[in-house]
């Protein structure tokens, strides 16, 4: 019996939280994508169903906003230097999969008598498709496959290509399609994505340099740059879809991918919008069009047949030509079948224009119903198997648990150290943070300064919450820090160390300062004593110096790896400099070592080469990493111990110097003999 649709906002939200909520739990207990839930009891208490809810304004703006989430997420998790390695393979299969059933749907329409331009505008309904199972995708950890790559990289190029034959058509049908039609088309296209592509990198570093509060500050700005660029997407003629991705894309470097402002985005995407957009697609569907138009039916089948035959034929063809395995294949035609964003839209318009009716806008419908719920289900089915299988490149045992250790001692530096430890940190390890304090002094004072402590680890556990990362806060009471870091370096089983550094000596024999020396001496944990100037999401290049022989220091590879993981995950470029040693071998060390960025390797033959050839060259978004060494070790130089102090000269204002894991040492028979630290120096 179909009720009086409910009216209030409150009930329309409560209801709405209760299908978000339920459904999900509902299919998983049948092992179906949660979204598949949402999908279904959109249907059921839509305006075509129990009629609870009517599909008023606030449902289309709530899931307009869901929709241009997905497309916005997929810009900014788009692996950029993959998709510039596999931007031809994008082109490819965006052109096959949008030109296969275009030809096909266009076919059909002029078999069932449709006129030519309402037969053109079908055929682009079957070439485009929405990136519906991307979320599944991206929780699943595959989101950088090199298949997955080359489908979100096409689907730019299938959403373009139909929305441009749309505008395209209804040029045609209302008589505008005149030389001044294409001239304004072409050049508003040029202009906006221009803006976009140059613009919004530009605003938004200037935003994180010099105005970011981080928290909903950062959150606002980033959803300001979405809004506008899909407004400024439908002044150029095309749809806000394609503004969103390139806003995503535009983005893509600035917002860390495990970063607090990306788990912020996420979070409120997945929780609220995302499922209004699929509530809404429910919606719309009718069965009872069904009986009052059995050719309907046929269509629908027709259409439904379409669709997956030339999606299915343009993955097929595309795996064949770049080798990939029947995992990525099902994967990239999971991601690739659904149909919703632009497909509804342009049969909307088409309707509106006289070139569909109804019995077309209900067997289009149906095709969105079925192919929004094959494409998640394939997604997740065999994304889940790929997750498995996929090479993420050896993990030594060394490497687990991966712990880090950030002491602070400085509110004003303890965000930077917080970020560069969240970054560092492998996303699927279940591994805390380990923020420490330590409280100097005597006890007259010592439960103020206890409490104190306390308040800045407060901070800490609130900010890695943010980012979705637990931490686990210690506390020390002792008037030797570095022996309570060593301490707790030990208790712990940490792995590495971060450290913040003022770029201050403390004594004309430190390199940093009496503390954090004595820090790295009584570590043998890989140790990053780090001078961050500007937020790393601004980075644009990692500079690492590499001093001779460092390649058979013991914890090279995972100083290695280190530093490439850190250039990825900050989306900036890798180069090299190598001191006095051959560059070819560290060339080759590099491109081992996934994940593949852009790395760039120079030689050297002196220190002093250094500051003539490359210090003018440095910039103030560069980020250098210097391998240093603890002394007595292969590859310890003295320069290394001044680099720092030098390093302030130049134009780059944040650096990190990288002392590896050292292994343990046999001391037996030398007691006694310890050598004062200062004798290698000498």
């Keep these: 019996m179909v009720t009086e649709p409910v009216a209030h906002p409150v009930f329309i939200f409560a209801i709405a939280m209760v299908i978000f909520l339920?459904?999900?739990?509902?299919?998983?207990?049948?092992?179906?994508?949660?979204?598949?839930?949402?999908?279904?009891?959109?249907?059921?208490?839509?305006?075509?169903?129990?009629?609870?809810?009517?599909?008023?304004?606030?449902?289309?703006?709530?899931?307009?906003?869901?929709?241009?989430?997905?497309?916005?997420?997929a810009g900014l998790e788009i692996d950029?230097?993959?998709?510039?390695?596999?931007?031809?393979?994008?082109?490819?299969?965006g052109l096959l999969s949008f030109f296969i059933p275009f030809v096909l749907g266009t076919l059909l329409g002029l078999v069932l008598g449709y006129s030519i331009w309402s037969a053109v505008l079908l055929g682009s309904l079957l070439g485009s498709h929405t990136l519906l199972a991307y979320p599944i995708a991206s929780r699943m950890g595959i989101a950088?496959?090199?298949?997955?790559?080359?489908?979100?990289?096409?689907?730019?190029?299938?959403?373009?290509?139909?929305?441009?034959?749309?505008?395209?058509?209804?040029?045609?049908?209302q008589g505008e399609l005149t030389l001044w039609f294409w001239v304004q088309l072409i050049v508003s296209l040029a202009v906006f994505s221009t803006v976009i592509i140059f613009g919004v990198p530009y605003i938004s570093k200037r935003f994180f340099i010099k105005l970011s509060g981080g928290g909903s500050l950062d959150y606002v700005f980033v959803m300001s740059i979405m809004f506008l660029c899909a407004f400024f997407a439908i002044l150029a003629g095309?749809?806000?879809?394609?503004?969103?991705?390139l806003a995503g894309l535009a983005l893509n470097r600035l917002i860390l991918e495990n970063g607090a402002l990306m788990n912020r985005i996420k979070f409120v995407g997945n929780a609220l919008f995302i499922p209004f957009f699929l509530l809404s697609v429910g919606m719309l569907m009718d069965f009872r069009i069904l009986l009052e138009y059995p050719s309907s039916i046929i269509l629908a089948l027709s259409i439904v047949v379409f669709v997956n035959l030339g999606k299915?034929?343009?993955?097929?063809?595309?795996?064949?030509?770049?080798?990939?395995?029947?995992?990525?294949?099902?994967?990239?035609?999971?991601?690739?079948?659904?149909?919703?964003?632009?497909?509804?839209a342009a049969t909307l318009v088409g309707y509106e224009l006289g070139l569909f009716d109804v019995a077309v806008v209900n067997g289009v419908i149906i095709m969105i119903l079925v192919t929004c719920i094959t494409g998640p289900s394939l997604t997740e089915h065999f994304g889940r198997k790929l997750a498995y299988v996929e090479d993420t490149g050896p993990v030594k045992e060394e490497q687990v648990p991966e712990r880090i250790l950030i002491p602070m001692a400085n509110p004003e530096t303890m965000d930077n150290l917080l970020e560069l430890a969240i970054t560092l940190k492998n996303p699927l390890s279940t591994e805390p943070l380990y923020p420490m304090t330590v409280v100097q002094g005597g006890s007259e004072n010592r439960e103020m300064k206890i409490a104190q402590a306390e308040k800045m680890l407060g901070h800490a556990v609130v900010y890695a919450s943010a980012a979705d990362v637990s931490v686990t806060p210690l506390t020390r009471v002792g008037n030797n820090p570095a022996k309570r870091i060593s301490y707790a370096v030990t208790d712990n089983r940490i792995s590495t160390v971060i450290v913040g550094w003022n770029g201050q000596k403390s004594g004309a024999g430190n390199m940093f300062g009496s503390v954090i020396d004595d820090v790295v001496e009584y570590t043998d944990r890989q140790v990053l004593v780090s001078k961050l100037s500007h937020p790393l999401n601004v980075t644009r290049r990692v500079v690492a110096v590499v001093p001779k022989g460092f390649d058979h220091m013991s914890g090279a590879d995972e100083a290695f790896r280190t530093v490439k993981m850190l250039a990825s995950r900050i989306g900036a470029a890798l180069f090299v400099i190598v001191v006095g040693d051959q560059k070819e071998k560290y060339r080759d060390l590099f491109a081992g070592i996934k994940p593949a960025i852009t790395t760039q390797v120079e030689q050297i033959h002196e220190w002093i080469d250094l500051k003539e050839h490359y210090y003018d060259t440095f910039k103030e978004t560069d980020l250098l990493v210097i391998l240093s060494a603890r002394r007595g070790t292969v590859s310890w130089h003295h320069r290394l111990e001044r680099l720092p102090v030098y390093i302030q000269k130049t134009k780059i204002v944040s650096f990190i110097v990288l002392f590896t894991k050292e292994a343990a040492v046999d001391d037996r028979g030398t007691k006694g003999t310890v050598i004062s630290r200062d004798f290698t120096n000498r």
């Design 22 to 73: 339920i459904s999900p739990l509902i299919m998983t207990r049948f092992r179906i994508p949660g979204i598949i839930g949402v999908l279904i009891a959109g249907m059921i208490i839509g305006p075509n169903g129990l009629g609870i809810l009517e599909r008023n304004e606030t449902i289309v703006i709530l899931g307009t906003v869901g929709l241009l989430y997905i497309i916005f997420i």
């Design 238 to 245: 095309v749809e806000p879809i394609i503004g969103a991705f």
């Design 312 to 344: 299915w034929l343009a993955v097929f063809i595309s795996a064949k030509l770049y080798g990939y395995s029947s995992l990525e294949r099902e994967v990239m035609y999971g991601l690739s079948i659904p149909q919703a964003a632009a497909t509804l």
């Design 80 to 93: 950029l230097d993959g998709f510039k390695k596999y931007r031809r393979r994008s082109i490819e299969f």
């Design 144 to 173: 950088k496959n090199r298949a997955v790559t080359t489908t979100v990289g096409g689907t730019i190029l299938t959403d373009t290509l139909a929305m441009l034959v749309l505008a395209i058509v209804a040029g045609a049908v």
